[in-house]
């Protein structure tokens, strides 16, 4: 099974750009799947921010997608999340997963990304 | 845009007993794109049933998943002491693609 890994800054400051990067390995990131990012606030549930395809194709969330921006690196087997104009709204533990049938079948173990001056 | 509301927020059971889970959709939703998810403290979602009956790879028989239209259920069978966490029930809509997830049912002792 595709081993996925999250990895990033833990501390982002208001209104600033919140960068993280998912290695995916055990796998290649060009097969047939959709890559996504999930996120989950302390003591809350799940939200799905979005998803990108190898190919580049992406889908996001509505109510996030004027700030998410995904992209993937092929050489790097890799693929990276951005949001920006953060608030502390945006504190949250951040995953990656890859797709299943309709489903997120395979998760990384997450990362806590806090949004603090 | 679809609302999954999963009910009870809170269960509370004992180990050997079965525990029943509600997803009710505000609106008809595919089987195909209805599925359940464990999460223990400080862990990943694991997947436990997809296609709101299908379970996941190495999900214990004892887990199950029925439903159609706007009512779905995940049973547990017999209460094991490391079924204790939240589950979670998530739906695919497909125009645009979307991933939505109900608030969760904690399951506690």
């Known amino acids: 099974q595709v081993h996925l890994q999250e990895s990033g800054p833990g501390l982002v400051t208001p209104s600033g750009t919140l960068s993280l990067t998912c290695a995916v390995s055990?796998?290649?990131?060009?097969?047939?799947?959709?890559w996504n990012w999930v996120r989950q606030p302390p003591g809350k549930g799940l939200e799905w921010i979005g998803e990108?395809?190898?190919?580049?194709?992406?889908n996001y969330n509505p109510s996030l997608k004027s700030r998410v921006t995904i992209s993937v690196d092929k050489s790097k087997s890799q693929f990276s999340l951005k949001v920006n104009s953060v608030t502390a709204a945006d504190t949250a533990v951040y995953y990656c997963?890859?797709?299943?049938?309709?489903?997120?079948?395979?998760w990384g173990q997450g990362t806590l990304v806090t949004v603090s001056s | 845009e679809i609302v999954l509301t999963q009910s009870p927020g809170t269960l509370s059971l004992s180990p050997g007993q079965r525990a029943t889970l509600s997803c009710r959709a505000s609106?008809?939703?595919?089987?195909?794109?209805l599925a359940w998810y464990q999460q223990k403290p400080g862990q990943a979602p694991r997947l436990l049933i997809y296609?709101?009956?299908t379970r996941a790879t190495g999900i214990p028989d004892r887990f199950s998943g029925s439903g159609s239209g706007t009512d779905f259920t995940l049973t547990i069978s017999r209460l094991e002491p490391e079924d204790f966490a939240v589950y979670y029930c998530?739906?695919?809509?497909?125009?645009?693609?979307?991933?939505?997830f109900g608030q969760g049912t904690k399951l506690e002792i």
């Open positions: 997963a890859n797709n299943g049938a309709y489903c997120l079948d395979n």
């Open positions: 055990g796998g290649s990131i060009s097969s047939d799947n959709w």
């Open positions: 990108i395809h190898h190919s580049g194709s992406t």
């Open positions: 609106q008809s939703v595919s089987s195909t794109d």
């Open positions: 296609g709101a009956s």
């Open positions: 998530q739906q695919y809509g497909r125009s645009p693609p979307v991933y939505t």
